[in-house]
C-alpha cells in the first residue's frame, strides 16, 4: 500500500495547520510539517515505517516566502531515510510544491524516489556556518502571527533581495515566541542587540535600509532593552 504525506514546509503553513488537516482529510493523506509545527516530517516517516508501510509519497506545500525549495523536502526525507537504514519505505517525493488541489494526482504520479540515491541529496548549508555579519530573527510566536509577522517576513526578505543581500550578509530566521507580545511583530537584529517592534511590511523594509544597509538603528521603532548585568 502507498502512503501520501502532505507536507507543510514554511512557516505560514505551521499557522495554518487547521486548514491543511481539513486538505489532508480530503486527500485522503497523511498531514506533516518541515519547521515549527506538529507532527514533523521525521516523526510521520517513523511511524510508518515502524507500521511496515512499503511505499510512501511526499507532496509539498508552501503558503509563504519562509519556505525553502523543493530541493530542501527532498534533502530532508532522504536524510531521514539514510538515517533509518534497513527496512525504510520507498520514499518518492513531487518535483514541485502544490499550488491548488487539482494539482494533486498529477503531483503524485510524478513523484521521484529519493531511495535510488544520486546527486543533489546534500548541501553545504547542513555543513557550513554561514559567513553573515547580521542575524535578524522574526518572531512567529501566536501574537506575532496572528499580528502580521508574515509581512514583516516578507518586508525583511523582499528588502534584502532589493539590495543585493543574500545568507553570508544577513541570515534571516523564523522563531518561535521572543515577547514582548504587546509590541507584535517583533523583530530582533543581532549582534546588535536591537529588538524591534509593531513590525509591518513597510517597518521591515526601513529596517533593511537604515540599519542593515545604512549601519543606523531605526529610533522610531526600536524597543526600550534592559540587561542584566
Request: charged share 20%; glycine share 12%.
Amino acid at each position: 500500500m502507498t502512503v501520501h504525506v502532505l507536507v507543510g514546509t514554511s512557516p505560514a503553513d505551521a499557522a495554518r495547520r487547521a486548514d491543511l488537516a481539513a486538505l489532508a482529510d480530503k486527500l485522503d493523506a497523511e498531514l506533516a510539517f518541515l519547521q515549527l509545527a506538529s507532527p514533523t516530517l521525521g516523526d510521520v516517516l517513523e511511524r510508518l515505517a515502524k507500521s511496515g508501510e512499503a511505499e510512501v509519497v511526499l507532496v509539498g506545500v508552501s503558503g509563504g516566502l519562509g519556505g525553502p525549495g523543493i530541493s530542501w523536502l527532498r534533502r530532508v526525507a532522504a536524510d531521514w531515510w539514510r538515517a533509518f537504514g534497513d527496512g525504510a519505505p520507498r520514499v518518492s517525493t513531487a518535483p514541485t510544491f502544490m499550488e491548488e488541489m487539482s494539482q494533486w494526482r498529477a503531483l503524485v504520479q510524478l513523484a521521484r524516489p529519493i531511495t535510488h540515491g544520486g546527486p543533489g541529496l546534500t548541501s553545504a548549508a547542513w555543513e557550513d556556518v554561514p559567513e553573515h555579519r547580521h542575524q535578524v530573527f522574526v518572531c512567529r510566536g501566536p501574537r506575532c502571527t496572528a499580528a502580521g509577522a508574515e509581512q514583516a517576513w516578507r518586508g525583511v526578505v523582499l528588502g534584502l533581495m532589493g539590495a543585493g543581500l543574500g545568507d553570508d550578509d544577513v541570515l534571516v530566521t523564523q522563531t518561535g515566541c521572543q515577547f514582548p507580545c504587546n509590541h507584535a511583530p517583533v523583530v530582533t537584529v543581532q549582534p546588535d542587540d536591537v529588538w524591534y517592534g509593531g513590525v509591518d511590511q513597510e517597518a521591515a523594509g526601513a529596517i533593511v535600509s537604515e540599519h542593515l544597509v545604512g549601519g543606523v538603528s531605526v529610533q522610531r521603532l526600536r524597543l526600550p532593552r534592559r540587561r542584566k548585568a
